[in-house]
């Protein structure tokens, strides 16, 4: 941290330790949740960097910063919903496989 982030650095390596000695005690259920939700939202956030522009802003200042992740967010989720849709559209028309539903489409 530097001085511009409003905190100091003693600060930050003491909320660490605190971190780290939390994280100490955790039992291995607790352990398993963490490695499932990070796993999760490391993905989700790598997506929003490299494919949807996320790593770098924009525009300056902490409010269109919040304005470009919402939109990478809502553009995300979109997308999700989209595949999801496909997914079950396919689903309900008896084709069976989710996979891959645009090989039936056109023959060859």
């Known amino acids: 941290m530097d001085s511009r982030s409003g905190g100091s650095p003693r600060r930050a390596r003491a909320g ?3 971190t780290r000695r939390r994280r100490a005690r955790w039992s ?3 352990k398993r949740l963490y490695g499932r939700h990070r796993w999760r939202s490391e ?3 790598g997506e929003a960097k490299t494919w949807h522009g ?3 802003a924009v525009r300056r200042g ?3 910063m919040r304005i ?3 939109l990478t967010a809502a553009a995300i ?3 999700r919903l989209a595949a999801a849709l496909v997914a079950l559209l396919w689903r309900l028309m008896g084709s069976g496989s989710a996979d891959a539903p645009l090989a039936d489409a056109h023959p060859a």
Request: glycine share 10%; hydrophobic share 45%; aromatic share 10%.
């Open 16 to 18: 660490a330790r605190a």
């Open 28 to 30: 291995d259920g607790e």
């Open 43 to 45: 993905g989700f956030h």
């Open 54 to 56: 996320l790593a770098r």
């Open 62 to 64: 902490i409010d269109d």
């Open 68 to 70: 470009q992740a919402f």
């Open 77 to 79: 989720n979109l997308k």
